[in-house]
């Protein structure tokens, strides 16, 4: 691949153009062995919840590519739209291309000007992570019904509301709710596979772009892999939904205005990977 038709590096995968052969002009996602986490006492903890990379996981791209392949072609079987055409290399897939929901600076001649980079949309079935940090008064691991929020992405991800999206021109509102029922269908999907195998997911984040072929449509695109889930084996609802054992493996702290929360019973990307593979 000439580095030249690199198209995009993200924080675990590189996105090339194709430029011959049968799948010319389209796209090939290559998934790499780097991953995102977090340092604490000098030692590196990979979370998928976090946006740093910290390291790289030896097999992990081509884990990665098998687990989106299983994905990509359940929501097909399901008739939810994607730009996932086929995997043909063990880290590789080929995609449509797609534009990433995004728009351009309105004054880039101003100095801090700065467009607005692909969208990703985190749901959220129980409250922990970040969101449990912004919203400390809520209990740990209530149940949010897959509640759906709109962030920028970056090197530092920054929550933006659906108003704001709508009111700076980014999207207008029918395509807010179309972009908000498709995340939900899908986490919908998502959730029940993991239920099939007695796991519960806890939350994830898609990303969302509109394909340049056809009539533009908003698809998801990007991926479905354990760098974009957070998954726990000790699900414990109550009528409402609300995890019961969280008292057992929620951990939080706050140190100098900074608040902390960790799940004891996360599940390891490699432990909920091999059970689907």
């Not at 995340?183 to 394909?211: M, P, Q, Y």
Request: charged share 25%.
């Amino acid at each position: 691949m000439a580095e030249q038709d690199l198209v995009y590096r993200g924080k675990s995968k590189d996105v090339y153009r194709i430029t011959e052969g049968p799948y010319a002009g389209k796209y090939r996602l290559v998934f790499t062995d780097r991953a995102t986490g977090y340092r604490e006492n000098g030692t590196v903890v990979f979370d998928p919840g976090y946006d740093t990379v910290v390291g790289e996981i030896p097999g992990k791209g081509a884990i990665a590519c098998r687990f989106a392949t299983h994905f990509f072609r359940l929501l097909r079987e399901k008739g939810v739209p994607s730009h996932y055409i086929d995997t043909l290399k063990e880290n590789e897939m080929i995609v449509e291309p797609a534009i990433p929901l995004s728009m351009p600076a309105g004054s880039p001649e101003l100095p801090g000007a700065a467009p607005l980079m692909n969208l990703e949309f985190t749901w959220r079935n129980n409250a922990t992570g970040s969101f449990w940090r912004r919203y400390p008064f809520v209990k740990p691991c209530k149940n949010l019904h897959r509640v759906v929020e709109a962030w920028t992405k970056g090197d530092s991800d920054i929550l933006i509301t659906f108003d704001a999206l709508e009111e700076t021109g980014a999207l207008s509102r029918d395509e807010i709710a179309w972009s908000v029922d498709l995340v939900k269908d899908i986490a919908e999907i998502v959730s029940e596979e993991f239920t099939s195998k007695n796991l519960h997911v806890i939350d994830g984040k898609f990303e969302l772009g509109r394909l340049k072929n056809g009539d533009g449509r908003i698809v998801l695109i990007d991926e479905i892999s354990p760098d974009v889930l957070r998954v726990c084996n000790g699900y414990s609802p109550d009528g409402s939904g609300n995890c019961t054992a969280h008292e057992q493996c929620t951990v939080t702290a706050v140190s100098d205005g900074k608040r902390t929360i960790k799940n004891k019973k996360q599940v390891p990307a490699s432990d909920f990977v091999s059970i689907f593979l």
